[in-house]
């Protein structure tokens, strides 16, 4: 039960960021930019600013969790919920897509973020590693610490 009271607390607050329109600063996107490379920032910038925002978060939770970070961690971090921008729902639209499940297109794509986003960092260029660590999967996951880090950062 624990961890689902800490999944909605989770959710909720991922809820009252995403009200806000408002860009990441200047400085946090050239922090991006310097951990990506082109083609995942190019896929980055395909976010809505309320997931940048959310995936600079992350990523700078996960680099305090993991202070010794690569390139390739780091960009995982901030590509962990990139295949959100296929389904093209907004906050109302994935709210409704929580609850009623991956019923209809858009609905089914939002649930299956993370293999669209595997595919789509395949596809812009990203490394074997950073692929790799998103690839959360029990059998790929199971007793890897980093991806364990990268969880965690992405929970608080």
């Not at 295949?83 to 209809?104: I, M, N, Q, W, Y």
């Not at 690839?135 to 969880?151: A, H, K, P, Q, Y």
Request: proline residues 3%; contains cysteine.
């Amino acid at each position: 039960m624990p961890g689902v009271v800490a999944h909605s607390l989770h959710l909720v607050r991922r809820f009252g960021g995403s009200l806000s329109r408002r860009s990441p600063a200047a400085s946090d996107i050239a922090w991006v930019n310097k951990n990506l490379l082109d083609g995942e920032f190019a896929l980055w910038s395909r976010m809505k600013s309320y997931d940048q925002r959310h995936s600079i978060e992350v990523a700078r939770r996960f680099a305090d969790l993991h202070p010794t970070f690569t390139r390739d961690q780091v960009a995982a971090a901030m590509l962990h919920d990139i295949g959100k921008v296929e389904s093209d729902l907004g906050v109302f639209g994935r709210v409704v897509a929580t609850f009623v499940g991956p019923k209809g297109t858009k609905f089914r794509k939002y649930h299956d973020h993370e293999r669209i986003g595997l595919n789509l960092c395949r596809n812009s260029g990203s490394s074997d590693e950073t692929v790799r660590l998103l690839d959360w999967s029990e059998e790929s996951s199971r007793n890897d610490t980093i991806v364990g880090f990268l969880r965690q950062a992405d929970q608080i």
